[in-house]
């Protein structure tokens, strides 16, 4: 499995692409491309270009879940009803913050049935066999009940793939060790909504994420430098930014 860093919140000196506080991922696996989620912009788009990738033979997009930092990307894609979109049914749900300022998915259901063929399910989803689609995660305590993840699975261990975590990392886990019944967990890269959390909460994490023995940790998007620093005291952290490729 190949995945592309189309964006992230960071970019890296002299590679010359574009940052944005959103998230796109290209995965690349058995000869198909797999984009999660479209960042808030155009800018995914950019930066494909620049990287020369080919972006208009992709056969599925993932959404992570429906805040416009990860679906507002849609509305620059070309139509084309041979790709397969999959979500939880309510990405469309109406979101907004605190000051009034709306934070939703941009396009509506309608819009999305046009362009693609769209899949909105509640349940695991096998893109293929080997990674999956996680759908409604159990014991969501958030008011994101949209927010989903892949797993990926490789020599019988688990590689997670987030957008933000809002339904919580460690659901996540548990529930992808569920529905695969696999209880090793090899890799974690995406979004883990750690932003002003609590210093004991991300030793905790951190001291979890030790004891689960991840090899690979790569927190970004919606992670602070506390976070990344704190997970860091029990856990090599990989930085992320926006052009970086990683194989597994």
């Known amino acids: 499995m190949k995945i592309t860093i189309l964006v992230e919140n960071n970019t890296r000196i002299d590679n010359y692409l574009l940052a944005e506080p959103a998230l796109s991922l290209l995965i690349e696996f058995e000869g198909r491309k797999f984009l999660f989620d479209t960042g808030y912009s155009d800018v995914f788009l950019k930066n494909a270009k620049t990287l020369g990738i080919d972006l208009t033979d992709i056969s599925d997009i993932v959404l992570s879940h429906g805040h ?11 139509a084309n009803r041979a790709v ?65 993840a892949l797993v990926y699975i490789n020599q019988n261990k688990l590689f997670i793939i987030t957008g933000c975590s809002h339904s919580g990392i460690i659901n996540i ?22 932003i002003g959390a609590e210093t004991d909460s991300l030793r905790n994490l951190g001291e979890y994420f030790r004891s689960e023995k991840v090899k690979f940790l790569a927190p970004c998007h919606c992670c ?4 990344k620093i704190i997970l860091s005291e029990s856990n090599l952290v990989q930085e992320i930014c926006t052009g970086d490729v990683i194989n597994w």
Request: hydrophobic fraction near 30%; charged fraction near 25%; aromatic fraction near 8%.
């Open 68 to 78: 416009d930092d990860h679906t507002g990307g849609l509305r620059y894609l070309d």
């Open 84 to 148: 397969n979109l999959i979500a939880h049914p309510s990405i469309f749900d109406k979101k907004v913050d605190s000051c009034g300022i709306a934070y939703g998915c941009p396009v509506s259901k309608e819009y999305l049935e046009n362009k693609f063929n769209l899949n909105l399910t509640r349940k695991i989803y096998n893109l293929t066999p080997e990674l999956i689609f996680l759908g409604e995660i159990e014991n969501n305590k958030s008011n994101d009940i949209d927010d989903s």
């Open 173 to 194: 886990i548990n529930y992808a060790k569920k529905v695969t019944g696999i209880n090793k967990v090899s890799g974690i890269l995406g979004g883990l909504h750690l």
């Open 224 to 227: 602070d430098l506390k976070s």
